[in-house]
């Protein structure tokens, strides 16, 4: 199917906020699934994901079906008004499939086996468990294909695996004849006359396994890439097979949050619906930032409306110490999901688990069961997700700002032997996403070779490797008018990780006005730079500039009276990395300059404020109650009540409201 001819999340929603989550009710017995039915109705839950870990009790042992407990489950979702995302169960192989057929099973970088006892134990090279996967989701397909249940399909659930074994090995060396063609280019691209490490045949070519010293760079770079393509060929067999069956129900499978394995915008092309799992700390007083941050990511990936797949109703398991939701953070924070483009707000798990690893993991129905706050709180958002249904779905945000990102720049400049390890791709993507959003402007989120014509102003954090057609791309957004800010370690390499001429591509020292780059001076944890505008953090360069493109010097130290912050007409490049404030002034500064604007003005610090379609969005991530002054009159969706002129909000307060 074309694009166009795809199914969409709106075929799922049909106009509601999709509420619920992963139910696994093989852990319960049949008498707790009509007590778990009464509480989703009591909830307002309409949708439930079944299935995700279920393969052992579907296909108990090789070729056998186990089918009428689903039969069961999905009659009585269906009878009771609730839609089903079916899962394909192929992320946590029964452990007779490993024990059969020790090929399914992925090795690390070490050659050690990933055993079965948990999850994700299985080769994305293997043609066995390939073969097993796509028949376990035939069979459900062809068996619940026309069930009125089925709103969805997911396949699997949070792609992850590595795999350095001999299968993989053959098909690394696969992925790259297709990528260089001969052993000739791979030897240039990979740069292997260092280290004596040119290859004379294909065979000696292998996946990044354990080296004494540090790895080739490219052939790491590689790697990463070929994991990703292979795990997409995975969810691409799935997927194939479900469409096949349901052509009008659509697919999706669950992005871990800024996951570093997975290229997302490839992936995003080929799912129907782009769906994600968030996990912000509760305890974090940038939770909200990151939560932000990842919900403009997926909306820039969908396109438009999103899915929350899983969130925690309180705490979960995986931290050092992992801490409750405080009183109204679940409903503050599933409500700014809506206010940036969710359709869909839904959590792992439905009810609590009594066993197995995850046993201390929230469920919406938590140990203390119905009269528990945890439940209470999920009723009312389900009451109000159901109330503001109607005049959200499917409606879009317009953002003036855009944050480029890109994975495989990511990949490049998280290579061992880098000038500093203290420098963190995704810290570094925070601070400039935080400096945006504490500023309330709204962001979208590109790749590097997007059209960005319709942004007023293009900020680059951080993209170590370019492609040239990326860069030509960054030189036409200018000389189209648009406004650009780039940041330290941009342009560096080239999508082979080879360094350009000048440790920055010549072409964009000529649009920054930087005549060298003489050195790059990392600064260590705690070290800072001053200059005459700001004090910077993580980073400096010695830089020899255009006289005229100098818009802030450093102050004492090696650095004295270099140029630390450039401006060539509307393209910026700042060579360090400002303090929160700092960088949050300067970049409202420029955006106000393009005529990018915040959503509201004078805003209190802990108010956020989002506009989506028709409606404005008030999330307050404070206790204490603030006054936020509104001309006029609105009309608070959540409520029903009108407010004129002024509004306040109590402790994580939330307002939806219209004009």
């Not at 001969?182 to 000696?204: H, I």
């Not at 393509?229 to 194939?240: K, S």
């Not at 469920?363 to 706050?373: F, I, L």
Request: aromatic share 10%; hydrophobic share 40%; glycine share 8%.
């Amino acid at each position: 199917m074309t694009a166009p001819d795809r199914p969409s999340l709106a075929d799922a929603t049909r106009g509601r906020i999709l509420f619920g989550g992963d139910y696994n009710p093989e852990q319960w017995p049949e008498e707790t699934w009509h007590e778990d039915v009464r509480l989703m109705r009591d909830a307002g839950v309409n949708s439930v994901t079944l299935g995700v870990f279920s393969w052992s009790r579907l296909e108990p042992e090789p070729g056998a079906r186990e089918f009428g407990w689903l039969d069961t489950l999905m009659d009585l979702m269906h009878a009771n008004g609730i839609g089903v995302v079916l899962a394909t169960p192929t992320s946590a192989p029964p452990p007779w499939l490993g024990r059969l057929y020790p090929d399914t099973l992925p090795r690390d970088e070490n050659g050690d086996v990933e055993w079965w006892g948990g999850r994700q134990h299985f080769s994305h090279s293997s043609a066995t468990y390939r073969r097993h996967a796509a028949a376990i989701t035939e069979d459900l397909a062809a068996r619940y294909g026309g069930h009125p249940a089925l709103t969805m399909w997911h396949i699997n659930n949070e792609y992850c695996t590595a795999d350095h074994g001999d299968e993989a090995a053959v098909a690394f060396r696969r992925w790259l004849r297709e990528r260089y063609g001969t052993l000739d280019a791979l030897n240039t691209a990979w740069g292997t006359d260092f280290w004596s490490q040119r290859y004379d045949s294909w065979e000696a070519v292998l996946p990044a396994r354990r080296a004494h010293y540090l790895k080739n760079p490219t052939q790491v770079l590689d790697f990463r890439r070929f994991t990703s393509d292979m795990l997409l060929e995975c969810y691409l067999a799935e997927r194939d097979i479900v469409a096949r069956h349901t052509p009008h129900i659509p697919v999706t499978t669950n992005f871990m949050p800024l996951f570093f394995g997975q290229d997302a915008w490839r992936w995003a092309e080929e799912e129907d619906v782009v769906s994600v799992d968030l996990y912000p700390d509760p305890r974090d007083p940038l939770g909200a930032q990151h939560g932000a941050l990842v919900q403009d990511l997926t909306r820039s990936q969908a396109r438009g409306p999103w899915m929350l797949m899983e969130q925690a109703a309180g705490p979960v398991n995986w931290r050092g110490v992992n801490h409750p939701k405080p009183r109204g953070l679940n409903r503050l924070w599933s409500l700014q999901a809506v206010a940036r483009g969710a359709d869909a707000v839904c959590y792992f798990q439905w009810r609590q688990s009594r066993q197995g690893a995850e046993k201390f993991h929230s469920g919406m129905v938590s140990h203390a069961g119905e009269r528990g706050r945890t439940f209470q709180e999920v009723k009312q958002l389900g009451a109000e997700l159901a109330r503001i249904s109607p005049e959200v779905t499917g409606s879009h945000i317009i953002a003036d700002v855009a944050i480029l990102h890109d994975w495989h720049a990511w990949w490049a400049g998280a290579q061992d032997g880098r000038p500093s390890t203290h420098v963190d791709h995704p810290a570094v993507l925070h601070a400039w996403h935080r400096a945006l959003w504490e500023s309330r402007l709204t962001t979208d989120f590109a790749h590097p070779g997007h059209d960005l014509g319709g942004y007023r102003l293009v900020v680059v954090p951080q993209l170590y490797a370019l492609t040239d057609a990326a860069i030509d791309n960054l030189l036409a957004y200018v000389r189209g008018g648009g406004t650009l800010v780039a940041g330290f370690l941009t342009g560096v390499a080239d999508e082979d990780d080879r360094v350009r001429p000048g440790g920055m591509d010549p072409r964009l020292r000529e649009l920054f006005g930087i005549r060298t780059l003489h050195e790059w001076w990392p600064l260590e944890a705690g070290e800072h730079v001053e200059t005459d505008g700001f004090r910077g953090t993580l980073w400096s360069e010695e830089l020899e500039a255009e006289p005229d493109a100098v818009e802030s010097r450093y102050k004492g130290g090696e650095l004295d009276a270099l140029p630390a912050v450039l401006r060539r007409d509307r393209a910026w490049y700042v060579s360090t990395l400002p303090e929160p404030e700092a960088l949050r002034a300067l970049l409202a500064g420029i955006a106000a300059d393009a005529g990018a604007r915040p959503v509201l003005e004078g805003l209190p610090p802990e108010v956020e404020a989002v506009r989506r379609g028709e409606l404005l969005f008030l999330l307050h991530h404070g206790r204490e109650p603030v006054t936020v002054r509104l001309p006029g009159t609105h009309h608070d969706l959540l409520t029903g009540t009108s407010r004129t002129d002024e509004i306040t909000l109590g402790r994580y307060g939330v307002m939806v409201l219209r004009s």
